[in-house]
């Protein structure tokens, strides 16, 4: 097969639209139940990816250890405490942790703000 030369920017722009348009397809399969079909959306986007050297974009969360995509209240649990915020993923039972300080620390001196004036 002949390969078709076109620019890397051309090239990860392609990338990026499809990889769009893929994430966002796993999500509404994840949200209708299918995932296995989700995963496989996820998969596809990822790969895409890493041909094209092209991050996959953060519009739709997936799952590090299972690649699903993660929809609030179907497949995956949110919780926070302890200055972190905890996603549970249920179709496999990894939980990521991602600390959240800075925004508590921007919302204390926001409070302590208007506590004085
Ligand atoms: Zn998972």
Redesign the pocket.
Known sequence: MAKRRISKQKMREIAEQRMESLMEMAYREAAEGRRERARRYVDLARRIGMRTRTPVPKTVRQ?R??L?PMVPGMNCRVRIGQGRVAVH?L??G?VRRTPYIKEKRANDREGSEKGTA
């Open positions: 799952c250890r299972c699903s993923c179709d496999c990894a």
